[in-house]
């Protein structure tokens, strides 16, 4: 039967973050058709997508993905066998093997076939960009959704985004998040499983992701911390300065990835904010004015994500300090709906 090869190219492109090479569970380097949908499974992330492509059968995916890539006709001749796909495209002829289905057991046990969506916050996408935290190695890692919060910290950095509409509850891991945000489509609905989260695009494809125990997740402590850092008359508000994010751009050049931490250093004085990046090949060093100088004088240094800083500068350009007892910390915020709290170091 005749398929139209970019589309099914998108299709393993779009999969292929599910499955996974050399596992100890047999089976997730596979993408399998079900005729009227394609899946991918890892045993923390599974991807599918609804589409007729009358095939059956499950396919390595990294090589069925590079095949199609090689080919060049815009259409190609599959022909199905019992333990193989005849594909011809022009004058190349390929016997594609196909594989033992072990992905559909695990898939049916996800439950998507009984999943009721539910519409998505239209700002959830712009919470996780917030609230993620690159290299965080604390046993709260990820981003804990319940009712309009979305809360994320590693016990140094705090973050929490107000969602514009109330959803269940889920935590989820960050290389979940980093997942999903690497998906280029609209992300419209999510769904509640037992055990996992899954979130539809607008064109029918589900990815779903293991869910972590949400009652072992300390909300209400958190929440209350949140509400110990509203703006008090005595905390000392400044703006980041007009051009900040030019500066950031030309330092974050040279940072230096931990563990997907892309680590620049900040230090704060007086009358002015010091940027200094540093990796192997080089060092790069930028300040720039505040409008405005601080009351006080202040000698603070602390490292920060510079992806998360890109995304937040765009948010919100406010931030006070608060200094008790020689320990610092900083709020960024803007009006609405974020907040971003970081402990520092003072000299």
């Known amino acids: ?143 804990f959704v319940q009712d309009n919060n979305m809360i994320s910290s590693d016990e140094i950095r705090l973050s929490f985004y107000t969602l514009s509409k109330k959803m269940q509850t889920f935590w989820i891991d960050d290389s979940f998040i980093f997942e999903l945000l690497k998906i280029n489509e609209n992300i419209i609905k999510y769904g509640i499983c037992e055990n996992w989260v899954h979130f539809k695009t607008e064109n029918d494809m589900i990815f779903s992701c293991k869910r972590n125990e949400d009652e072992q997740y300390p909300v209400d402590k958190l929440l209350q911390y949140k509400k110990i850092f509203i703006k008090q008359d005595t905390d000392e508000e400044n703006e980041l300065p007009e051009g900040f994010d030019m500066v950031l751009d030309r330092v974050g050049v040279l940072y230096t990835d931990i563990e997907g931490f892309q680590s620049i250093d900040f230090h704060i004085e007086k009358d002015k904010i010091i940027l200094i990046g540093e990796n192997v090949n080089g060092k790069i060093k930028d300040k720039i004015k505040f409008k405005k100088a601080f009351k006080q004088e202040i000698n603070l240094k602390f490292k920060q994500d510079f992806n998360f800083m890109k995304e937040a500068i765009k948010k919100c350009s406010l931030f006070y300090i608060r200094n008790d007892n020689d320990i610092i910390d900083i709020v960024f915020y803007d009006n609405n709906n974020f907040v971003h709290i970081v402990r520092t170091i003072s000299e």
């Open 1 to 143: 039967m005749k398929q139209n090869r970019k589309e099914l190219l998108e299709i393993a492109q779009r999969l292929i973050p599910g499955t996974n090479e050399g596992s100890y569970l047999e089976g997730i380097e596979t993408i399998v058709f079900k005729k009227n949908i394609i899946h991918s499974y890892n045993d923390n992330i599974s991807i599918s997508i609804i589409k007729e492509t009358n095939l059956e059968g499950a396919v390595n995916a990294k090589d069925f993905y590079k095949l199609l890539q090689k080919l060049q006709a815009e259409e190609i001749e599959i022909v199905q066998q019992e333990k193989n796909w005849k594909i011809k495209s022009g004058s190349t002829e390929i016997i594609l093997n196909l594989k033992e289905d072990l992905i559909t057991d695990y898939i049916d046990s996800i439950g998507i076939d009984n999943v009721k969506f539910m519409d998505l916050p239209d700002n959830f996408i712009e919470g996780l960009k917030l609230c993620k935290i690159p290299g965080n190695s604390s046993y709260l890692r990820g981003v």
